[in-house]
């Protein structure tokens, strides 16, 4: 008969070391916050962006947090139907992870607008336009979220645990979809424009968020003093290296439809050979360290089972996924614009000239509000919620160190107990 898996609150235990993990998660979100602000009142010209890169750092920050809590959320949503009881712990976890994920890249992208009245236009419905679903989705997705966490957590709402599971899993798939869809139909760049963002976007997806929550699994097992079970890191890394590989499939096939259209080869041979920086984040950071090093790590089984080597898969993951979107947000844009397709333009400022781009310290800092705000909301989760399984003792190796004691933690009601 299967074991029951229990759930602790975190926090309890080295009250000191949490209370200087949340310090620091708080300081680094107050540094963005007042960063935002700042670049409200004197202006966006102290950034790094202008008239042509207007979409930079800390847009692929927002967008990269935003993926990968729908990456998360999907994972959290389908493991424990599909893997079994070994699929269980992420559900929890997973579900507030999402959450934080999110909520950090949207506070990272209310503070990029530069100016708050402007968050206010796509309140309005208008489903024709991405910005304006996508604000849907955000309230969908949390919405279901909370839905989702309170069927997991309260026995007197177990009964709706599938039905929740399900409508999480659409919401996280559909959000996904549609941040890719406004690359998709953004047609005044080359690079974007074809349907395949969507699905492209969608397996970024599932690599950041299947990355940034075995990060935050391993680091949740190291404060409760249990060693990464071998089964569950073993199908945690088999998900992550099928997302992997799905995400390299997709990104060839964008790049060879591109180099295979006449119009879309100058556009190509920019992002993949002499686009300056951007070729060199592409093949180094992308491919060789996103893709290829992690690939490697979680190719053997046995490999897959250890923790360590999830651990650095889903580091270097995560910094190919955002190198990744540098290049797909910020290099398309430096692309010179081709207002009039196949003409020659001149006389025009910028004509036919690529756009350079450098962060500013300033959005470097701007940036630092999304990791440091969803880092704070897990930490108060994990301290508020019995979010962090206590894995079966069959799960655990001779050699793996006994669990933590239960006086350190919270009793949790379980269903039946």
Do not use: C
């Amino acid at each position: 008969m299967a074991t029951r898996i229990r759930y602790q609150h975190l926090g309890t235990r080295h009250p000191l070391r949490w209370a200087a993990a949340m310090a620091g998660a708080g300081v680094l979100a107050l540094i963005g916050a007042a960063t935002g602000l700042y670049l409200i009142v004197a202006g966006h010209h102290l950034t790094g962006m202008g008239q042509q890169v207007v979409w930079g750092w800390p847009h692929v920050v927002a967008i990269g947090l935003i993926l990968a809590g729908a990456g998360a959320f999907a994972l959290a949503a389908l493991a424990p139907g599909a893997l079994g009881q070994s699929g269980e712990p992420w559900a929890r976890l997973g579900t507030a992870s999402a959450a934080a994920l999110l909520v950090g890249g949207l506070a990272v992208l209310s503070l990029d607008l530069g100016s708050p009245q402007r968050i206010l236009p796509p309140l309005e419905l208008n489903l024709m336009s991405s910005f304006s679903r996508n604000l849907f989705l955000y309230t969908a997705f949390l919405a279901v979220a909370l839905l989702y966490l309170a069927t997991l957590i309260e026995p007197r709402m177990r009964r709706y645990t599938v039905t929740a599971g399900a409508l999480a899993a659409v919401v996280a798939v559909l959000l996904a979809l549609n941040v890719g869809s406004i690359f998709a139909m953004l047609a005044a760049r080359p690079v974007y424009g074809g349907a395949i963002m969507m699905p492209l976007f969608l397996a970024a997806a599932l690599t950041l968020g299947t990355a940034a929550l075995s990060l935050i699994w391993l680091a949740v097992l190291r404060a409760q003093g249990q060693a990464p079970p071998p089964r569950a890191t073993e199908r945690l890394g088999s998900i992550l290296l099928v997302a992997l590989l799905a995400l390299a499939t997709l990104l060839a096939l964008h790049f060879v439809t591109l180099a295979y259209q006449p119009g879309h080869r100058d556009i190509a041979r920019f992002l993949l050979v002499d686009g300056g920086v951007y070729p060199i984040v592409f093949w180094l950071g992308a491919v060789a360290v996103g893709i290829i090093t992690p690939t490697l790590l979680l190719l053997r089984k046995a490999a897959r089972a250890r923790g360590q080597a999830l651990a650095w898969a889903s580091g270097v993951a995560l910094i190919g996924g955002f190198a990744h979107l540098f290049v797909m947000i910020v290099g398309a844009q430096a692309f010179p614009l081709q207002i009039f397709p196949g003409r020659e333009v001149q006389g025009a400022v910028f004509d036919g000239e690529a756009a350079s781009y450098l962060p500013s310290a300033w959005e470097a800092l701007l940036s630092l509000a999304g990791p440091g705000l969803a880092l704070l909301i897990l930490l108060l989760a994990l301290r508020a919620l019995p979010l962090a399984a206590v894995h079966p003792p069959e799960e655990r190796t001779a050699a793996e160190d006994p669990p933590a004691a239960d006086s350190e933690t919270r009793a949790t009601p379980e269903p039946g107990q």
